[in-house]
């Protein structure tokens, strides 16, 4: 009878020692777990991709173009825009608006929005973030020099970006755009593709994306009949500042 009761005794102290085990192991693997979810976890959106949007039913738009160099092309651009009374944003590179203040400074009394380009025209993701910060920075210097107004926007160089380099820009004071659609004007497509890419992908929202250096050769001659479509069509064109009061503002890849 004592064997048996020792028997049990023994069993039953097994028992709890492999349910105590398991108890154990199940909880460092939860918290292994939980641990590894944490790091694995997805971003917020704003901090892993650019603006490109707004969410927004109404038919509004911001029409934006890059200036990196020239002195033949920002001009006609400028003539357009001012005749037309339209509203628009540049991204001007730090050494173009260093040696052309005078037109950087006739953009933004058109009603323009003067937003950065950034100084060395390389792709952020082969800067470090101290390179990020010095390359905003300096070509901060030169657009506040000219405009008083400090940028807040940065599109960058090559519409490089990821998640480093968002963050590293928001740090020294900057929002990542890139685009809704691209008129891929640099590429000189002809000037049907420009009108035809920029009047058929526009939405409620868009941030339309176009060049106005020297080396796009079609940009003011598409640029009229895209202003007439779109006014045709009911969008209202407005400054990127604008567009965000008009809805959420999307970050997507």
Not at 218 to 236: E, M, R, S, V
Request: some cysteine; hydrophobic content about 40%.
């Amino acid at each position: 009878m004592r064997i048996h009761t020792l028997k049990y005794r023994v069993t039953r102290a097994f028992m709890a020692l492999l349910i105590l085990i398991g108890l154990v192991a199940a909880s460092f693997w939860t918290s292994k777990q939980a641990t590894i979810f944490a790091q694995t976890s997805p971003l917020p959106a704003a901090d892993r991709y650019s603006l490109r949007d707004v969410e927004t039913t109404q038919k509004v738009a911001a029409l934006t173009f890059d200036i990196s160099w020239g002195t033949v092309m920002p001009p006609k651009v400028l003539s357009i825009i001012s005749r037309d009374h339209v509203p628009v944003t540049i991204f001007v590179s730090g050494p173009w608006a260093s040696q052309h203040p005078d037109i950087v400074k006739a953009y933004a009394a058109a009603g323009a929005e003067v937003e950065s380009h950034g100084w060395a025209h390389v792709n952020y993701s082969d800067l470090s973030n101290a390179g990020i910060a010095e390359n905003l920075m300096k070509a901060n210097a030169a657009i506040e020099k000219i405009t008083g107004k400090r940028a807040t926007f940065v599109r960058p160089p090559n519409g490089d970006f990821n998640s480093r380099t968002i963050m590293a820009s928001r740090a020294v004071g900057y929002t990542t755009v890139t685009w809704g659609t691209d008129s891929l004007d640099w590429m000189n497509p002809g000037v049907p593709t420009i009108i035809r890419r920029v009047t058929t992908r526009i939405h409620p929202g868009d941030i339309i994306l176009m060049h106005a250096s020297d080396t796009c050769k079609q940009t003011d001659i598409a640029l009229p009949t895209i202003l007439q479509d779109l006014k045709a069509k009911g969008y209202k064109l407005v400054t990127l500042k604008q567009l965000l009061t008009y809805g959420k503002p999307i970050y997507r890849g």
